[in-house]
């Protein structure tokens, strides 16, 4: 099977970022995502441009468009979102976003009545009925398809440090998990989810799919629903490891580390240089680590079984794509990712919120809702 490649300008960069719908009386799940894609849609229109549906009618997803700079993305989102919010007050309606819900359960939730929903569904039963978590996906433009599957697995050397970064799901049906990110390893229970195969040429990628389509595990390649994946038709190298980012400056925060990482990594491609990648063990050992730990991860360096606190090693890395950043004119938001290992990563926000209101989770949610409102990660 024949897998075209659209080259994109490089690093250029988009945003995909899954929003939950929550009753502002209760904290719970509202199933409103209908009623609030029906407002949205431009006259004559079949959908809103940047406003979407998602698996669950408690969840709809805001897209930017594809841009040049992290600013950009930022003011394409917050659009959408005023034009969200503008129609849910009105319904006693906020949106939140985080790996999961602290509380509501996943049996009380309605599906989007599409054939694609059902299907999956229909195939995965259980684990599929329970997927009620969110995240944040990002596209960076990529400028030859030789380059997609090298940087795909560079980047997978930094997945923990993005996982750590955005994890924000300890909470799964009002318990505490013990994770930091929970839905990390729920996601992964899906066919064809989790990381990737680590294939050396663009052909071993295209004989995966052809086997995957001739056995029937998918009826396209976007069901390959991989933490990092090449998106052949945008042209880009899609990061999908995120869980749901609470506030626009993590989006920024998370958009720019992606951006310098995937550039950095095609200039020095450019530059004849074998890309460093770790072996699959490591790859998957790193994830449970991040997922388990967050920012207290000691993660795998390197084939040689090296290992570092991945916040110390986050620290040099963002040191070392400060110039990068400045290029891309992305300074100011690589910078909110310190404010992220400053103030801590959501998990360990809503924590502090739980223990502060003796283990509320009413109080969790609030605090969600209250961080998506002002759009910056909350300082103590």
């Given amino acids: 099977m024949k897998i075209d490649f659209t080259p994109s300008r490089r690093s250029t960069v988009g945003a995909e970022w899954e929003l939950a719908l929550v009753d502002r009386r209760t904290g719970e799940l509202s199933s409103v995502a209908e009623q609030v894609l029906d407002a949205v849609r431009p006259g004559g229109e079949e959908e809103h441009p940047k406003i979407k549906q998602e698996l669950l009618l408690n969840t709809i ?31 006693g309606v906020e949106l939140f976003s985080a790996g999961s819900h602290p509380f509501s359960t996943w049996y009380q939730q309605k599906v989007t009545d599409k054939e694609r929903y059902a299907k999956l569904i229909d195939r995965t039963q259980w684990w599929g009925r329970q997927m009620l978590i969110y995240g944040v996906h990002v596209h960076v433009g990529v400028d030859h398809r030789d380059k997609a599957l090298p940087i795909l697995d560079a980047l997978l050397k930094y997945a923990p440090h993005l996982q750590a970064l955005s994890a924000s799901s300890p909470y799964w049906g009002a318990e505490d998990t013990g994770y930091a990110s929970n839905r990390a390893l729920m996601f992964q229970q899906l066919p064809t989810a989790g990381l990737p195969f680590q294939f050396r040429k663009w052909t071993e990628l295209e004989s995966y799919v052809d086997d995957m389509f001739t056995t029937g595990v998918i009826d396209h ?27 626009l400056e993590e ?33 998957q050992e790193n994830k449970w680590r991040a997922a388990r730990y967050g920012v207290d991860a000691i993660v795998i360096l390197d084939a040689a079984g090296n290992e ?15 110039p990068v950043a400045r290029r891309l004119d992305c300074a100011d938001e690589l910078r909110s990712v310190e404010t992220i290992l400053t103030c801590g990563p959501s998990y360990l926000r809503q924590r502090a919120v739980a223990k502060q209101y003796n283990g509320s989770l009413r109080a969790v949610v609030a605090s969600l809702i209250a961080e998506m409102r002002d759009g910056k990660i909350a300082r103590s």
């Fill in 308 to 322: 570092r606190l991945v916040t110390d090693d986050t620290y040099d890395l963002l040191n070392r794509l400060e």
């Fill in 61 to 91: 997803e805001v897209i930017s468009g594809i841009c040049d700079t992290i600013a950009e993305v930022k003011a394409d989102l917050n659009d959408s979102l005023d034009v969200v919010h503008s129609v849910l007050d009105p319904l």
């Fill in 221 to 247: 390649f976007s069901e390959i629903r991989w933490d990092i994946r090449p998106a052949p038709h945008f042209g880009t190298i899609e990061m999908r490891v995120c869980d749901g980012l609470p506030t």
């Fill in 251 to 283: 989006v920024g925060a998370i958009s720019a580390l992606t951006q310098c990482l995937v550039d950095d990594f095609s200039a020095r491609l450019d530059d004849g240089e074998i890309l460093p990648a770790l072996p699959p063990w490591h790859v």
